[in-house]
C-alpha cells in the first residue's frame, strides 16, 4: 500500500471519529435528559431538534471528507495540491531531493490502446514505482500525481546516488515495459535547497525534463550503406506520416499556414522523430536525399488542399537549402503537380552560422525570387538566429519555445515584445508556438506577432482532420 493511501485512510479515520463522538454523545444527551429534566413537550422538542442538527453536521463532514480528498483516484498517490505542501513544509532542505518523473509517451499510449489502458499503466508504474523505493530501503515516500503524466516525490538523500538509482528504475521500466506497453519515461532531480519557493522549483525541474529529453533522442546506429534502404522502405511501405499544425493569423483571424510535422516508422529502428531523423540524414550526409524524399510525398498528400488559401511550413537543412540542385528538383516537382512556390515556407534552423554568408544571401535570393518563403526556427534559442536575422533576408521568423514557458516572466515578456517590435519593422513576419492555454494567447495576442500556433488554436490534424479547423 502506498504511503498516500495510509496518510487517506488516516484522514478518513480522522472523519469517522468525528461523525462518531457526537452521535455518541447524542446518545448520552438523550439518556440523561430523560433522568435529568423533567419529560415536557419543550425539553422533548429540543431534543428532537438535535436529531437534524447531526445529520447535518454528518452530511457536511461526509461530503466535505471526499470534496477534500488527500489522493488522485486513478494512481492513489496524493493530489497536487497535497504533495505541493508536503514539498513546502519540508524542513532538511539541504538533505532532501525533489524528483520529477514524466511518461513521455501517455498521449501515444491513450491513442493507441484507450483511457481505460492508459490508467492502468500510470497505476502499474506507480506501483512500480514503490516497490523499488522500498527494496531501496526507502519508506513512507510521499509521491504526488502533478499532472496527467508527471509525478512529484522527495527523498531525504543525496542527489547523486539518487540519479543513479532513477536510472536504473526509469530504464528497468523502458526496457520491460508495462502490461505489454512501451513506457518511456524521463526524470529530473534536485535539491530542495534550490529555492524555498516551490513553484520556482517545480519550474527548474520542468527546464531539466526538457533538456534532457533533448539529449535522450540519440541518433541510432545506422551505417551509411543502411540510410537509403532504411529511406526506400519507409517510402514503399507508406512509413513516413505527416500531420499538419495549424497557425492563426492575427490579422484576419484566420488559419492561413499549416506547419508539417514529420515522423518515421521503421520497422528496424520503431518511430523516429523529426529531431532523430535529422541527426541520422546529417550524421550520414544524406540531407538532401532525405529533403526531397519528404517533399516527394508530401506534395501527393497535400493535393486536396491547394484549393484552400493555404501556406505550408516544411523544416529543411540548410546544406540542403545551400546545394541549388535542390531548387531545380522543388521547382520541377512543383511544376508536374502544378503547384505554386508561393504556398510554402522552407524553414531553417542552424547552430552554428554558414561563413560564407554572401553566398549563403544569394542562394536565399534565388528561393524567393522562385517563389519561395524563408523562416528562421527558433528563433532566440540556442542558435545561430541572429547573425542570419542580421545578413540574410528573412520572410518569417519563429520564436523559440522558451518565450513561451517564461511568458508570465516579465523579462521575457518584454523581450518577445520589443523583438517582435524589431523583426515587424524589418517588414519580417513573426510567429510564437506551443500556446496552449487562453491566457497565454490572450497575452500574445497583446504582443501582436502575425502568427501564433499552439494546442491552444488547434492540435496537429491529419490530412483528413484538415477541414475540421474551418
Same mark, same amino acid.
Given at each position: ?49 438535535? &436529531? ?49 518523473? +514524466? ?21 502499474? #508504474? ?9 527494496? +531501496? @530501503? ?9 499532472? @496527467?503524466? %508527471? ?5 531525504? +538523500? ?46 527548474r525541474l520542468l527546464m531539466l525534463i526538457e533538456e534532457q529529453k533533448k539529449s535522450q533522442e540519440t ?6 550503406? /543502411? ?23 492575427? $490579422? ?13 516508422? %521503421? ?7 523529426? /529531431? ?35 501556406? #505550408? ?12 540542385? #535542390? ?40 528561393? $524567393? ?9 527558433? #528563433? ?13 533576408? &528573412? ?18 515578456? /518584454? ?8 523583426? /515587424?519593422?524589418? +517588414? ?24 501564433? $500556433?499552439?494546442?491552444? &488554436?488547434?492540435?496537429?490534424?491529419? &490530412? ?7
Amino acid at each position: 500500500m502506498l504511503y498516500s493511501e495510509i496518510k487517506e485512510r488516516e484522514n478518513r479515520f480522522i472523519i469517522a471519529l468525528k461523525i462518531a463522538f457526537p452521535l455518541l454523545l447524542l446518545i448520552g444527551i438523550f439518556f440523561h435528559s430523560y433522568q435529568l429534566f423533567s419529560h415536557t413537550s419543550i425539553n422533548f422538542i429540543l431534543l428532537i431538534l438535535l &436529531i437534524p442538527i447531526y445529520v447535518y453536521y454528518t452530511v457536511y463532514l461526509i461530503y466535505n471528507g471526499f470534496k477534500t480528498s488527500l489522493i488522485d483516484p486513478i494512481t492513489k498517490t496524493f493530489t497536487r495540491t497535497e504533495i505541493m505542501a508536503k514539498i513546502a513544509k519540508i524542513k532538511e532542505r539541504e538533505n532532501t531531493t525533489v524528483i520529477f518523473l +514524466h511518461v513521455n509517451n501517455l498521449n501515444d499510449i491513450i491513442e493507441r490502446y484507450g483511457v481505460n489502458n492508459g490508467d492502468l499503466v500510470l497505476d502499474q #508504474f506507480i506501483q512500480k514505482l514503490e516497490f523499488f523505493l522500498r527494496e +531501496h @530501503s526507502f519508506k513512507k515516500v510521499s509521491i504526488g500525481r502533478y499532472s @496527467s503524466d %508527471s509525478f512529484l516525490l522527495y527523498l531525504k +538523500h543525496a542527489s547523486p546516488e539518487l540519479k543513479h538509482l532513477m536510472n536504473i528504475f526509469t530504464k528497468s521500466v523502458q526496457n520491460v515495459g508495462i502490461c505489454n506497453m512501451e513506457v518511456k519515461v524521463a526524470f529530473s532531480l534536485l535539491s530542495a535547497a534550490y529555492d524555498s519557493d516551490t513553484k520556482n522549483l517545480i519550474e527548474r525541474l520542468l527546464m531539466l525534463i526538457e533538456e534532457q529529453k533533448k539529449s535522450q533522442e540519440t541518433t541510432p546506429n545506422i551505417k551509411l550503406n /543502411q540510410f537509403q534502404m532504411i529511406m526506400d522502405e519507409a517510402i514503399i511501405h507508406h512509413q513516413l506520416f505527416f500531420k499538419y499544425q495549424p497557425s492563426l493569423y492575427l $490579422q484576419t483571424d484566420q488559419i492561413t499556414l499549416l506547419e508539417v510535422l514529420i515522423r518515421m516508422e %521503421s520497422p528496424t529502428y520503431g518511430s523516429l522523430s523529426k /529531431q532523430q531523423m535529422q541527426r541520422i540524414v546529417n550524421h550520414t550526409g544524406y540531407e538532401k536525399v532525405f529533403d526531397e524524399k519528404v517533399f516527394e510525398l508530401l506534395v501527393d498528400e497535400i493535393k486536396p488542399l491547394m484549393q484552400k488559401e493555404l501556406l #505550408f511550413s516544411v523544416e529543411v537543412s540548410p546544406v540542403t537549402l545551400r546545394n541549388l540542385s #535542390f531548387k531545380r528538383y522543388l521547382l520541377t516537382l512543383f511544376s508536374q503537380h502544378g503547384i505554386d512556390p508561393h504556398r510554402f515556407i522552407l524553414e531553417i534552423t542552424e547552430q552554428k552560422s554558414y561563413e560564407n554568408m554572401h553566398r549563403f544571401k544569394e542562394i536565399i535570393e534565388s528561393y $524567393q525570387e522562385a517563389g519561395f518563403k524563408i523562416a528562421l526556427g527558433n #528563433f532566440g534559442g540556442n542558435n545561430c538566429g541572429f547573425e542570419y536575422l542580421k545578413h540574410l533576408p &528573412i520572410d518569417l521568423v519563429k520564436f523559440d519555445i522558451e518565450f513561451t514557458k517564461k511568458i508570465n516572466d516579465s523579462k521575457y515578456q /518584454q523581450l518577445l515584445l520589443h523583438y517582435t517590435e524589431l523583426i /515587424q519593422m524589418l +517588414h519580417i513576419q513573426s510567429m510564437v508556438k506551443f500556446i496552449d492555454k487562453e491566457v497565454h494567447f490572450k497575452k500574445m495576442k497583446e504582443i501582436k506577432p502575425d502568427f501564433i $500556433q499552439g494546442f491552444y &488554436i488547434s492540435k496537429p490534424k491529419s &490530412i483528413g482532420e484538415i477541414d475540421e479547423i474551418w
